[in-house]
């Protein structure tokens, strides 16, 4: 009887539409879940039977059926947080997670640094990254990131580069060490490290002996000296600088080079003094020191040597790469999070905790860099909020309650025919 399939339909369009309810209240619900990804509840028909068998035509309906829940994968806003550990990403992509299923993914970037130095989530699965050497060289090795030794060594000095200019005016003088301040034509102080880290200060002076040709004196006072008298100069190093007739550096030509530093530190202590590349060394004159009709001055001088430093500071930089700076004033990465991208993003499995899992639909994940090969940028202090749209939910639910209110009226007027049915025996 047509009456009595009239109850079987109706109870399907009630069936579905109270799923579809239950796809709605999800969205509402994680509306304020961070990284979430709505979904959108698809229906289907149902067909039963055709009045013209297998030639078709004249077809009976048996109602509907929730046929898909497809997620809605598009970006949700980022904010702006305090915390350096939170990421978001901004692009196409998703956190790499060591979940306890296997590898997991997740646009949820509310991470934190457990007691042992490992970067996790709010449910303490670790993130993975790629790794860098003892040089902040990032590599390609997936692992899980992790801080390692907040404190770094003492460097002793190898290096000191200097950037000047010699004044060519200057008349020749002989120098003495007993009285170096003025027996030379120019001097400048700058400060060491020896091989435990202790600074040390050191004076190089510069005397005229020829045209075209400087001495130059590194002195270090007594008190700093193995064996040494405080307010006395020692002579730790010294050498001779030749220049051409336009000024360029054209020679360096070393002489003594020992440094031997008191309270501990290791005797013989070499430091390599570089005035730029000279024209013996296939320089162009215009990446070197010079000496020109000006008064002589330092421009720039570096070196290559620190103490040892605890840590003091992290940050992370739109490229995921996480940068370590200590309190000597030195920066080192230490890892580059992973991310991976997928084929259908649509196909991934939800696993609850704000995590996916790859699937066959979803295709496998390609682990990679932030910002390479499409996959999105990593922004610091940010975190992306649910995708979720209220007033987009609201009308969906308006939407599915008249649904539902109709199919219940299919029903209840079945209700009413079949009940006239049967009083036509009366």
């Known amino acids: 009887m047509g009456i009595l399939r009239s109850f079987t339909i109706g109870v399907t369009g009630l069936n579905a539409t109270g799923q579809g309810m239950g796809v709605i209240g999800d969205n509402i619900a994680n509306a304020g879940t961070n990284g979430f990804k709505s979904s959108r509840a698809e229906f289907q028909d149902v067909l039963a039977a055709s009045l013209k068998g297998i030639e078709g035509g004249d077809q009976f309906g048996a109602g509907t059926k929730l046929g898909h829940i497809k997620p809605i994968m598009t970006q949700g806003d980022i904010t702006r947080t305090e915390s350096v550990t939170d990421l978001a990403m901004s692009g196409d992509g998703f956190f790499t997670i060591d979940a306890p299923f296997g590898r997991g993914y997740t646009r949820d970037g509310s991470f934190h640094f457990d007691k042992e130095g490992q970067l996790i989530t709010m449910d303490g699965y670790r993130v993975l990254g790629f790794q860098a050497d003892e040089k902040g060289k990032i590599m390609n090795k997936?692992?899980?990131?992790?801080?390692?030794?907040?404190?770094?060594?003492?460097?002793?000095?190898?290096?000191?580069?200097?950037?000047?200019?010699?004044?060519?005016?200057?008349?020749?003088?002989?120098?003495?060490?007993?009285?170096?301040?003025?027996?030379?034509?120019?001097?400048?102080?700058?400060t060491i490290y020896d091989n435990i880290g202790t600074a040390r200060t050191i004076t190089v002076y510069y005397n005229k002996t020829d045209n075209n040709l400087w001495e130059y004196h590194v002195a270090a006072d007594g008190k700093d000296v193995e064996g040494g008298k405080a307010d006395t100069m020692y002579e730790m190093a010294s050498?001779?600088?030749?220049?051409?007739?336009?000024?360029?550096?054209?020679?360096?030509?070393e002489g003594k080079n020992s440094f031997n530093f008191n309270k501990g530190a290791a005797p013989g202590q070499k430091i390599n003094f570089n005035w730029g590349l000279t024209l013996k060394e296939g320089g162009t004159g215009l990446d070197a020191?010079?000496?020109?009709?000006?008064?002589?001055?330092?421009?720039?001088?570096?070196?290559?040597?620190?103490?040892?430093?605890?840590?003091?500071?992290?940050?992370?930089?739109?490229?995921?790469?996480?940068?370590?700076?200590?309190?000597?004033?030195?920066?080192?990465?230490?890892?580059?999070?992973?991310?991976?991208?997928?084929?259908?993003?649509?196909?991934?499995?939800?696993?609850?905790?704000?995590?996916?899992?790859?699937?066959?639909?979803?295709?496998?994940?390609?682990?990679g860099k932030p910002g390479e090969s499409g996959r999105g940028e990593v922004l610091s202090k940010s975190i992306e909020l649910s995708n979720?749209?209220?007033?987009?939910?609201?009308?969906?639910?308006?939407?599915?309650?008249?649904?539902?209110?109709?199919?219940?009226?299919?029903?209840?007027?079945?209700?009413?025919?079949?009940?006239?049915?049967?009083?036509?025996?009366?």
């Open 142 to 190: 997936v692992d899980p990131i992790k801080l390692g030794n907040t404190t770094i060594p003492a460097k002793a000095t190898k290096e000191i580069l200097m950037s000047m200019n010699l004044d060519s005016k200057q008349n020749k003088m002989e120098f003495n060490l007993e009285n170096p301040e003025k027996t030379a034509n120019f001097s400048n102080s700058m």
């Open 239 to 253: 050498g001779k600088l030749k220049f051409n007739d336009k000024g360029q550096l054209e020679e360096k030509i």
């Open 289 to 367: 020191s010079t000496q020109y009709g000006s008064d002589s001055a330092i421009s720039r001088h570096t070196q290559d040597g620190a103490s040892a430093a605890t840590l003091t500071s992290l940050s992370f930089n739109d490229k995921g790469i996480l940068t370590a700076v200590y309190n000597n004033g030195e920066t080192r990465d230490i890892a580059q999070v992973s991310v991976g991208k997928f084929e259908n993003n649509e196909g991934l499995f939800k696993v609850g905790k704000n995590l996916f899992k790859e699937s066959k639909t979803s295709g496998q994940a390609a682990l």
């Open 388 to 426: 979720v749209d209220i007033a987009n939910e609201f009308v969906n639910l308006m939407t599915a309650q008249r649904n539902f209110q109709a199919n219940a009226k299919t029903l209840t007027t079945a209700d009413q025919m079949l009940q006239e049915v049967l009083q036509i025996k009366r």
